[in-house]
């Protein structure tokens, strides 16, 4: 069997800056308790290795979760960052704090905050329910608006005084569409396409396999919103491209292929990507 793997795949820059300060937290402070403020990142298996080295998951906006935490506590802020009030709520715990926050999303924050400030309405192009759209509601206080799609942006009545800006991880098209929606609303509305290069790049990488492959794998965690897209746009590209976590749960009928095209979301570690390539030439 030959085995094509996409030319970019796998941890993003933000991704691996947050794995890394994990590791190093649970290796440096051996004494404390050390804490993720919610999922580190949206990979399962990687949550699970981290996990039993001693890593404890709290809830990210669950304030009750907090008892717990003292002096004697390390909490890491994930790479799709936190409010405000949450950060709050951690300093008079007296916790010390690990901002793992990737650079990209403490820069739509800052954004935010600015903005808001001025008296601008902030229009946050992502997944309602994201952990990183959460956060950056947070810096815009009470001036902000979620848009999931181009619905929505239809049916928005937009303020006169108004930016957009992106989820890092939303889909460039769908981004594309409200944009184009929301500036014929109101031409003066100021945008900011802060989608990750990365998430684009993973898209333009795996579409360099079609017609070379008779089925996609794409890698990665199920609840991972960049892993899920890039799914979606593999089902385009080859109608045989299933969504797996790893080798365990390659499809029977993948074995039997001559040709597979390999590619993994941005929370997806090195290992398990040669795992799955290995599964399959064995």
């Known amino acids: 069997m030959k085995v094509i793997r ?61 008892s717990c935490l003292g002096p004697d506590s390390l909490v890491i802020i994930r ?8 950060l709050c709520k951690l300093k008079e715990r007296g916790a ?12 739509s924050q800052k954004r935010a905050a600015e903005w808001a400030e001025k008296g601008y309405t902030v229009i946050i192009a992502g997944d309602k329910n994201h952990g990183e ?15 999931e799609n181009a619905e929505q942006a239809l049916s928005l009545d937009l303020p006169e005084l108004s930016v957009l800006i992106a989820q890092t ?16 609303k109101n031409p003066k509305i100021k945008v900011f396409d ?18 070379r492959v008779e089925g996609i794998l794409v890698v990665g965690g199920k609840n991972s919103a960049n ?12 109608p045989r491209a299933c969504l797996i976590e790893d080798a365990n749960e390659i499809p029977e009928d993948f074995f039997h292929l001559s040709c597979v095209g390999i590619t ?3 929370s997806t570690p090195e290992d398990i990507i040669i795992s799955v390539e290995k599964a399959l030439k064995n």
């Open 169 to 184: 991880t939303f889909s460039q098209e769908d981004f594309a569409k409200i944009k184009e929606i929301l500036v014929k």
């Open 6 to 66: 996409a030319k970019i795949l796998g941890y993003c820059m933000g991704v691996r800056r947050a794995v890394e300060a994990a590791e190093a937290a649970l290796k440096e402070n051996q004494g404390k308790r050390v804490f993720a403020l919610g999922p580190l990142i949206h990979n399962p298996l990687v949550m699970t290795s981290l996990e039993k080295k001693g890593l404890t998951v709290l809830s990210g906006n669950d304030e009750s979760d907090f």
């Open 133 to 147: 759209v959460t956060g950056i509601s947070g810096f815009a206080q009470n001036r902000a608006m979620v848009v």
């Open 264 to 266: 993994a979301g941005a």
């Open 79 to 86: 790479a799709h960052g936190t409010t405000p009030k949450i």
């Open 227 to 238: 892993t899920r897209r890039l799914y979606e746009t593999a089902l385009t590209i080859c």
């Open 194 to 211: 802060s989608i990750c290069s990365a998430t684009k790049e993973r898209q333009d990488a795996l579409s360099l396999l079609r017609g």
């Open 96 to 107: 010390c704090i690990v901002d793992a926050t990737c650079p990209r999303v403490h820069l």
